[in-house]
């Protein structure tokens, strides 16, 4: 006869940031303090401030809504890698005091309880030490304790402002979650059968035997039913710290110049792309965070063609100073004017945002050739005359082929949706093959009928006589037709917009020199958008 002893629970400490989405966004000051302000998922609320929650606004609740209840609403979109960035300073704080911590996703973390309680003298203390780590870097934070993961997530969603602490005792997680609706679960499909079938509550559901549960229900039932019982079979795996890859450099007293800034930064650049290399890795994206004796701290995401170098992180912070410049000077290059906060700075920061293996990045045997050269060339003539200096394009979406063309920094990646945009079906569009000129502004194009007079339209637009010759503007020579219309095609766009909307037909024409136009028609005059060569 065998013997089998039942595993004891392990209990779990779990650590609840209330309202995280919406702490992240003020802390990476996406969202502006003590205003009514909420974070926008799909269209509904994911999050919002106190001051939103006093005017009647709550989680999930359309955007729509939510203004005409708060007019002073500000809003943001869900951001989730800002959400991990900001999180991540309050794990460190935690794994100071309390080893092993495990993520489950910004904002909320778990560990064993055991190991704390034995090391503060109880569990109590244990859950002290973690709201003392949240409360000094200025966090409100909830902690619950319990049998399982699941029990312990709903204790700290159960505290209040009051009391942020709630340890139930060994053996009566049940019991707490018993009076819990299946909407906690966090699966929606079951639950919504369950309320159909008249279970309404975790005690309803965990009083069913667990055969017959598996049966109707299969693994996600049988799942769910393991938590309403408060036997969460998850185990709490404490995360592996990861390397400090990014670097700061702290200036005190605060300098005001850039060429100073730029001499001082050179050596904590070296620092931080030789740390990556020691990894293996080199940087393809970086965060450079600018703070000023003010408080006010610049951030923004950088791109490069190849990877960075040192210098080309010193270049990039450069750059950023310069483009926020004041209207009355500021921070000084040189003892010019040249853009910069208006306080001194005394805090720059280089963060990794995107790394990639360092092999796929080696020289060849007889260097990279042509674009080698071509990429140092632009970096040189960047360095020198500033980030907007030079540029090159892209395709973008649009109607117009002057707004499918667009303008990017050498070294920016394109904005997030760019390709998506483009290929969207956009009606109205000319298709491919595109034309070898594109004007950056509409030309004025005068038309001429058989008898060269011009042409006139009746009051619906149409044309009263076929036109046979039409003269661009600057070119003295009148083209003859010599071949029919091509169209029109409708173009209908911005029509609420009374200074940007734009009705038109648009032409395609063939003069006598065999080439190809595009034109226009709008309020009864003709423009010239390109030309096939």
Known sequence: MMLFQLETPVRALVAWFPDWPLVAARLADALPPDVPAAVIGQGVIAACSAEARAEGVVRGLRLRE????????????????????????VISSLEERTPGVEVLRPGLCALRARGAARYYGGEEEAAGAVLESADRLGMEARVGIADSVFAAEQAARST????????LPPGSSRDFLSPFPVEVLGQAKLASLLKRLGILTLGNFANLPAADVRARFGAVGISAHALASGQ???RIIPRTPPRKLNQQAEFEPGLDRVDQLAFQLRATADTFVT??????????????????????????TWGHPRHFTASDAVDRVRWQLQSQAPADGGMRDG?????????????????????????HHGSALFGDGAEEQIHHGLSRIQSMLGHEAVVVPAISGGRLLAERRRLVPWGDALPSGT???ASRPWPGRIPDPQPATVFASLIPVLLL??????VRTDHRGGLIAPPMWFCPTGDPVRRRLVAQWAGPWPLRQRWWDADHGLEADRFQLVDGNGEAWL?????QNWWAEARYD
């Open 160 to 167: 209040s402002e009051l009391t942020a602490l709630l340890v």
């Open 275 to 300: 740390g990556l290399q020691t990894e293996g890795l080199v940087c393809t994206e970086l965060r450079v965070l600018i703070t000023d004796e003010a408080g006010n701290r610049s951030e923004r």
């Open 66 to 89: 939510a203004q005409t209840r708060c007019p002073e609403l500000v809003v943001c979109a869900v951001d989730p890698l800002r959400d991990a960035r900001e999180f991540e300073p």
């Open 449 to 454: 009928d058989a008898n060269k007079e011009k």
């Open 232 to 234: 969460d079979p998850r």
């Open 419 to 421: 390709a998506a945009l």
């Open 335 to 359: 003892g010019s004017a040249r853009g910069g906060p208006s306080s001194p700075v005394i805090r720059v920061e280089f963060v990794p945002v995107r790394v990639d293996s360092i092999a």
């Open 519 to 523: 034109l226009l028609l709008d309020e």
